[in-house]
């Protein structure tokens, strides 16, 4: 009995010690599990970490590049300011300046080419009166290209409805040089810039005052009414060996050339002629009215005597020169 008893305590005591150890396991799980909470919350974080955050904003940054060339190119239209003469690239100027007993004024471009030369004006007033006129008409595109018998082009800005020359230009040995000269001068003359000068170098006098010579007229020179390329009516004198002494202005109709050429005659028999010098050292001759308007331009020579010669031959054969209209005689040929 004693030993039963002894042995129940035994296996009382070891079942005790069962319960105590069996709670031990239940709780040491426990901080392991927290363990292995904190863990798997470390993991997203790392995870974070190695999300490719930087890669994306290098891909903002090339996306932003071509956004900024996009701005640049939409700026381009700007260019268009070459046609005002505002743009600070294109800042030319305006002298005006005595010559030939009148004022003038010429515009340059920046690298100091002379692009236009001005009639004479009797003041300094309608000089710059004359610019702004200049800068009123060129905007209209109203242009042409003439170029002489010898090939030598010169570009000219007329009024809104032809009815006078505004400006001519230079004279350049080539149509190419001509078109080009003129696309500068539509850059350059609205430049602001206006210097006055008390003179110019000899070597720069453009012009001078001729009084012709008192000569007999001759008969047989003619006056040639024909409509050009470009549907305007225009005169030429033709002297007795064929040669052209001087060709008109434009004008809309036959009437209006015949009162240009009524114009010509008086001023030629008054013998007061312009002679003028350009940019290729060659000479002609220009017919002005009292405030300057230009009505007449002579045919362009190598020399100053050949272009003397032809102011005598203008004041001999014109006065008498038969009238001829070589549209109407076309006109008869064709019905023939």
């Known amino acids: 009995m004693f030993n039963l008893f002894g042995l129940f305590k035994k296996k009382a005591k070891k079942n005790e010690t069962v319960v105590p150890e069996g709670e031990i396991k239940k709780t040491e799980p426990a901080p392991e599990e927290v363990k292995e909470e904190k863990k798997e919350e470390q993991k997203p974080v790392e995870e974070k970490k190695e999300t490719p955050e930087p890669e994306e904003k290098k891909e903002e940054k090339k996306e932003e590049k071509p956004e900024v060339k996009k701005e640049v190119k939409e700026k381009a239209p700007k260019a268009a300011k070459k046609t005002t003469g505002e743009d600070n690239r294109y800042t030319g100027k305006y002298e005006i300046y005595p010559e030939a007993e009148m004022f003038k004024f010429r515009l340059k471009a920046s690298n100091g080419e002379i692009l236009l030369v001005s009639i004479g004006y009797k003041t300094k007033d309608g000089a710059l009166s004359g610019i702004e006129t200049v800068k009123k008409n060129i905007p209209l595109g109203n242009s042409t290209i003439v170029t002489d018998k010898n090939g030598y082009s010169q570009f000219r800005f007329n009024s809104a409805n032809n ?64 409509i050009d390329k470009d549907g305007k009516w225009r005169g030429r004198l033709i002297a007795s060996n064929g040669e052209i002494l001087f060709v008109t202005n434009d004008y809309a109709s036959k009437q209006g050339v015949l009162i240009g050429l009524r114009a010509i005659k008086e001023k030629t028999a008054l013998g007061v002629f312009r002679l003028c010098k350009d940019k290729q050292g060659r000479f002609n001759y220009k017919l002005t009215t009292e405030n300057g308007q230009i009505i007449l331009v002579g045919e362009t020579y190598t020399s100053r005597a050949a272009a003397l010669s032809a102011i005598d031959s203008t004041r001999r054969f014109l006065p008498e020169a038969s009238i001829v209209n070589t549209e109407e005689k076309e006109t008869e040929e064709e019905k023939e």
């Not at 453009?206 to 012709?212: K, L, M, T, W």
């Open 163 to 226: 009815s006078r020359l505004v400006i001519a230009g230079e004279y350049y040995n080539s149509l190419a040089s001509c078109k080009k000269a003129l696309s500068s001068t539509e850059k350059f003359y609205a430049t602001k810039k206006i210097v006055y000068l008390d003179s110019i170098p000899a070597s720069e006098v453009r012009e001078e005052i001729v009084q012709a010579n008192n000569l007999d007229n001759l008969p047989n020179g003619k006056l040639e009414l024909f």
